[in-house]
Structure formats: structure tokens, C-alpha cells
């Protein structure tokens, strides 16, 4: 019995010890732990500024919705949000901004935040109406080209390529992923002879060198995702097929091409024309 304070102490510290902990999340804001990217949002609509929900949060109202969200979808409000006031769209950037060579990320968000205060973040928890991100703009171009950081994901969208004019750079697949493969099937598409060039990797992409950013082609993947924390709310000339780095399994002669305002993914042979857009790994 002489043990017992001691054994009641112990439970004590250990109960508060635990109650700390699970306590501690719900003391972050919302969308500090939405963008750490450990928490998984709920795709279910919403009136545009509801506080969103996690999946989980989601799992365990059962039919005890918060208001603003319905499991029947409304008319007015649960549609793709690009011409109605469901959600609000990005206003695009007018002043040129993290250009310089060898900024680092903070630099160049400072940067744009500073010379673009109003039009330099997109925040889904206000604007969006469903389970959309935080997006930052990271480098506005003298001809109006623009990228942007996807918060969620950490990687950073570039606009559609162009020449230093500004021409959009129309390109087959094997120029746009980079890919030199021969032909799989006899008369077949050779990358050997098309994919001279990669308009991505290890490329200069709207003035920001792969030294910065290491550019990629998105694959089909990368824009289901990016699509889901609202690039067709954010992205510049969002209404154009793009190539995918992502080959039909059912034609490997043809690559998926996608429109990113609408989400429509389309198969085209790979020696045909597209637009490219690039994604990247920032590396300072």
C-alpha cells in the first residue's frame, strides 16, 4: 500500500503527458496543418470559406455535417468552379518578379509577395469548395509567364513554355519528356529521330535554371494531384492540352495529354504537337 501515491503519480504524469500530445495538433492552425502535408483533406464540396475538413474529420461525422457541407451535391455551389462564383480564381500577377539568378525559394516568394502583394497567393481555405491548398506565386517573367509553388506537394508549376518572344513551344512527345527510345514496333514512333531536345530536363525554363530548379515533364499523376489542391484555379492559360510524361498502356505508339481547367485527359500519338508545361524540385 506504501506504493500506491507513487503508482497514482506516475498515471497522472502519463495521462498528461498523452493528453499533451493529442492535444497539441488541434492548437496548429488549419492550414498550418494542411500545408505541412500530414493531413489529408476531404474532396467533399463545400460553401466557398467553410473551414475544410480532414478525411478523418469527415470519417467521423457520420450524417452530422458542419454547416456548409452536404452529401447531396447543390446546383448552385458543387460544380468544377471555373465560371461561377463557387470559387474564387487567382488574379494573375502584373509585375515581374523572382527572376533573378540564384534566389533562393524564400527569396523569390518575398519577392513576389512584395511586388504582387494582392495577386501573389491563392489560399483554398477561402477561395476554394472543396479540398483545395495553399499555392504562392515564385517567379513572374518580363513577358508575363509565371510559376508557382504548390504548398501541399512542394514542387513548383511552370506556365506554358515559350520562346523569348513569347510563342508558345509546340513539341512531340520525345521533345517533351526528353525520352530517346527506339521504336517499340516496326515503323513505330522513334524517339531516336524525334527527341532531340527535352524541353524540360536539364533545361532553362522561364528563365529559371536547372542549377535552381530541377524540371521535369508532369506526369498524369502529378496533375490528378495538382488538380485536387487547385491548379485550375491558380495556373495561367489553364485551357490547353499539355503533354503528360505518362505513355497509353493500351497504345504505347500514344502519351496522355491533359486540359487542366476542365481535367480532361486525352491519348495522342506520340509524334504529334502539344503545349508543354513543366514541373520542378526546387534545390535552393
Not at 498515471?11 to 492552425?29: A, D, G, W, Y
Not at 502529378?222 to 485551357?239: C, E, H, I, M
Not at 505508339?253 to 509524334?271: F, H, M, P, Y
Request: net charge neutral; glycine share 8%; charged share 20%.
Amino acid at each position: 500500500m506504501k506504493f500506491m501515491p507513487f503508482l497514482m503519480m506516475s498515471f497522472l504524469l502519463v495521462s498528461c503527458n498523452e493528453t499533451k500530445k493529442t492535444r497539441s495538433l488541434p492548437n496548429r492552425s488549419q492550414e498550418a496543418a494542411e500545408d505541412s502535408g500530414k493531413v489529408i483533406l476531404s474532396q467533399l464540396h463545400r460553401i466557398k470559406g467553410t473551414a475544410i475538413l480532414t478525411t478523418a474529420e469527415e470519417a467521423s461525422k457520420a450524417d452530422s455535417l458542419p454547416v456548409g457541407y452536404d452529401n447531396i451535391p447543390r446546383l448552385e455551389e458543387s460544380d468544377d468552379g471555373i465560371s461561377s462564383n463557387s470559387v474564387t480564381l487567382q488574379t494573375r500577377p502584373l509585375v515581374e518578379c523572382g527572376t533573378a539568378a540564384g534566389l533562393t525559394t524564400a527569396q523569390r516568394l518575398r519577392d513576389c509577395a512584395d511586388k504582387n502583394p494582392a495577386h501573389s497567393e491563392w489560399k483554398g481555405t477561402a477561395n476554394g469548395n472543396s479540398g483545395e491548398g495553399v499555392w504562392k506565386l515564385f517567379t513572374r517573367s518580363s513577358i508575363g509567364r509565371e510559376i508557382w509553388l504548390d504548398e501541399k506537394t512542394g514542387l513548383v508549376w511552370s506556365d506554358i513554355l515559350t520562346t523569348n518572344n513569347g510563342t508558345n513551344i509546340l513539341a512531340n512527345w520525345c521533345q517533351a519528356s526528353g525520352n530517346k527510345e527506339s521504336a517499340l514496333i516496326q515503323n513505330g514512333i522513334d524517339c531516336n529521330d524525334l527527341g532531340n531536345v527535352s524541353r524540360c530536363e536539364s533545361a532553362t525554363v522561364i528563365g529559371i535554371s536547372p542549377s535552381d530548379v530541377s524540371w521535369r515533364l508532369p506526369t498524369r499523376g502529378d496533375y490528378l494531384q495538382a488538380d485536387v489542391n487547385g491548379s485550375r484555379f491558380v495556373l495561367p492559360r489553364t485551357n490547353q492540352q499539355v503533354w503528360t510524361a505518362t505513355v497509353s498502356s493500351q497504345n504505347r505508339e500514344q502519351a496522355l495529354s491533359v486540359n487542366v481547367q476542365t481535367g480532361v485527359i486525352s491519348k495522342v500519338d506520340r509524334d504529334q504537337q502539344q503545349l508543354v508545361r513543366c514541373i520542378g524540385r526546387r534545390l535552393k
